[in-house]
């Protein structure tokens, strides 16, 4: 049976079925619109936290090591297909297992593969992921009650030898606290369109060299 759900732009996203095509991904306006309005760590933060803050978080990152611009338009967008699946957060995903990446696989790999994203992404993906094991120590460090003397370390950035450490970005920064979430949409939204224009420039200089 067929299944898809409906977007805020009132466009169909189909999972699956004869609907279910390449061309059938998010926008721009649709993902980063989504984004902005999915909390991270299923809400228990100590104030908002989207994922398109976190997206931004972690292509800032991308930016300070240098990156090229399709590599920062891959950081930038390495969570979008999550405007569609949802959140889940690691430990539920590996409490799902198989099941969940069978369903969230694809859906990313169709919208990396629509924006031209998926050899950089697949070509970079440790660089990416060590981008964003930084936010995530920087989220827990800022967002989290976490206490290393209370609770259990988490292996992914706390194993000894190879622990992530926080950035130097204080994520309690006020114009951080009131920014509306709207903010953090419209950012993301003109920081991805800027990305893709100038790829795209690239792209033709590259052809005309």
Known sequence: MSQWIITSTAREHWFSGPMATADNVPGVQEFTH???MINRYTGHTS???SVAEHS???YWLAVAAGADTSLQLAALM????ESVTGDCTSPVKREIGQPWSAFEGPQQERLLAHYGLLQVSR????AIR???LEALATERRDLLPFNPALHTP???IDTPGSEVLPVGVDLNQPWRIHSPWSYWRDRMAFEVNMLLEQ???EEQKAVAA
């Open 34 to 36: 989504s984004l902005s």
């Open 199 to 201: 790829r795209m420039q």
């Open 78 to 81: 390495h969570d979008a297909h």
């Open 47 to 49: 104030r908002p936290y």
């Open 56 to 58: 931004l978080l972690v």
């Open 123 to 126: 070509s970079h993906q440790w």
């Open 130 to 132: 060590q981008w964003d």
């Open 154 to 156: 988490w292996p992914v």
